[in-house]
């Protein structure tokens, strides 16, 4: 089993690493799936804050996947316009399992005609974007699963869409396992008062008041 996660310029560090590192510790802790990365031309890839990744393969190099992970960040705007990334989403998302995306990645999956008729999320900021793309049905949730289809909100509601997925794809307690390993356990703190702005998603209004 592979799990692919895709790399692309300006692409949002915590849209990436959140998940490869829930994904990897399936892989290191509860017998999950190979692990790599791909991008357009494989090789280093500069991040949207700077970080620098290098991919593992190139599309071209790249096997079919089991599963896709495609994050967002400000850039998959302009990626979802660049046909080489949205072709090769399209084409790997035809033997894949499950494609999920993260944050504004939602709107690469868009562009490869994976949200067709189906309910999707992304970041708050970019709510009204989706929202105005025809056949999807907007849901403002932390993550949304529509078949093999799984959106998530923001950055790091990544590391939640993956540990969702994992316990749907191989049982709570290989999810257990990943959780417990990686320390992953919120503790429900909320600072401010800046989530509860009429731009912000629903669900983030639906959260216990500031301490």
């Known amino acids: ?6 790399v692309y310029p300006g692409v949002e560090e915590l849209d990436l690493v959140g998940p490869w590192e829930m994904a990897t510790m399936w892989r290191s802790y509860a017998k999950g799936p190979e692990c790599l990365t791909v991008s357009e031309t494989g090789g280093a890839t500069a991040c949207a804050k700077g970080l620098k990744i290098a991919a593992d393969l190139s599309f071209e190099a790249c096997p079919a996947l089991d599963y896709l992970l495609v994050p967002g960040g400000f ?6 316009r ?4 949205v072709g090769f989403v ?15 990645g939602a709107l690469i999956l868009e562009a490869a005609g994976l949200l067709k008729g189906r309910r999707a999320t992304t970041h708050w900021k970019l709510l009204a974007g989706l929202r105005a793309l025809p056949e999807v049905t907007v849901v403002e949730e932390r993550f949304v ?3 093999n289809i799984w959106t998530s909100a923001g950055v790091s509601a990544g590391i939640d869409l993956t ?8 049982g709570a307690e ?7 390993n ?17 731009a912000s998603s629903a669900y983030f209004r639906r959260l216990p008041p500031t301490a």
């Not at 089993?1 to 895709?6: A, C, K, P, V």
């Not at 399209?90 to 504004?104: P, Y």
């Not at 290989?174 to 417990?180: E, F, L, T």
């Open 1 to 6: 089993m592979r799990f692919g996660f895709l």
């Open 75 to 80: 850039a998959a705007l302009e990626e979802a």
């Open 82 to 85: 660049n046909p080489r990334l």
């Open 90 to 104: 399209a084409a790997q998302a035809r033997s894949c399992r499950h494609v999920l995306s993260v944050c504004t």
């Open 145 to 147: 699963r529509d078949g």
């Open 163 to 170: 540990l969702a997925f994992i316990a749907d794809e191989a």
């Open 174 to 180: 290989a999810a257990s396992i990943v959780q417990h």
């Open 182 to 198: 990686a320390e992953y356990f919120p503790d429900g703190r909320i600072y401010g008062t800046a989530h509860q702005g009429d």
